[in-house]
T-cell receptor, first 114, second 115 residues
Framework: AQTVTQSQPEMSVQEAETVTLSCTYD???????LFWYKQPPSRQMILVIR??????QNATENRFSVNFQKAAKSFSLKISDSQLGDTAMYFC???????????FGKGTTLSVSS | GAVVSQHPSWVICKSGTSVKIECRSL??????MFWYRQFPKQSLMLMAT?????????EQGVEKDKFLINHASLTLSTLTVTSAHPEDSSFYIC???????????FGDGTRLSIL
């Protein structure tokens, strides 16, 4: 069975700084999808970034980028130029193919302060 | 973009009553919808997978007679919590898949409080 591990329950960073959230996963599949979701206090689930395992290039969305290390089964999220609005819970998630259920990590609560 | 509407957003009811939660894809047809449950400050746990026109597939430990799922059309799935009790109080959130190589889209969730 696939598992997703986020080892940082809480992290804090100051505005404009860079922070990296860690995620490791376990699977025997060769092709799969990895995601980072943001859940602010409103509890909406907001897709931050998505990576397909067969793509070697790391995904990037504006200030958000990932470091995908397939052999190490690692998928970290880097947030550059942190903003107060980045304060939220961040979940790493795995899907073994498009259209299948997501397996979530336990989440990392990120606090951005001024 | 793809929008998923979930209703109601918050419901409070007495123990023993049944509560229905709707999940609608507003501008696309959803081949598959998923129902997740989230306790405070915890992760999302999959409850069931719902495919249009067929019976839902429940995860181990989820009582299918208590959490009734109906996916009658390509744009609507419903979750009914039957004979709800305080331990059923939680945040329930649905997601819908448009098909092909696309990510899931989440509803805004339903906060259920059973007194």
């Amino acid at each position: 069975a696939q598992t997703v591990t986020q080892s940082q329950p809480e992290m804090s960073v100051q505005e404009a700084e860079t922070v990296t959230l860690s995620c490791t996963y376990d699977t025997s599949e060769n092709n799969y999808y990895l995601f980072w979701y943001k859940q602010p206090p409103s509890r909406q689930m907001i897709l931050v970034i998505r990576q397909e395992a067969y793509k070697q290039q790391n995904a990037t969305e504006n200030r958000f980028s990932v470091n995908f290390q397939k052999a190490a089964k690692s998928f970290s999220l880097k947030i550059s130029d942190s903003q107060l609005g980045d304060t939220a819970m961040y979940f790493c998630a795995f899907a073994n193919q498009a259209g299948t259920a997501l397996i979530f990590g336990k989440g990392t609560t990120l606090s951005v302060s001024s | 973009g793809a929008v998923v509407s979930q209703h109601p957003s918050w419901v409070i009811c007495k123990s023993g009553t049944s509560v229905k939660i709707e999940c609608r894809s507003l501008d696309f047809q959803a081949t598959t919808m998923f129902w997740y449950r989230q306790f405070p400050k915890q992760s999302l746990m999959l409850m069931a997978t719902s495919n249009e026109g067929s019976k839902a597939t429940y995860e181990q430990g989820v009582e299918k007679d208590k959490f009734l799922i109906n996916h009658a059309s390509l744009t609507l799935s419903t979750l009914t919590v039957t004979s709800a009790h305080p331990e059923d109080s939680s945040f329930y959130i649905c997601s819908a898949w448009t098909g092909e190589n696309q990510p899931q889209h989440f509803g805004d969730g339903t906060r259920l409080s059973i007194l």
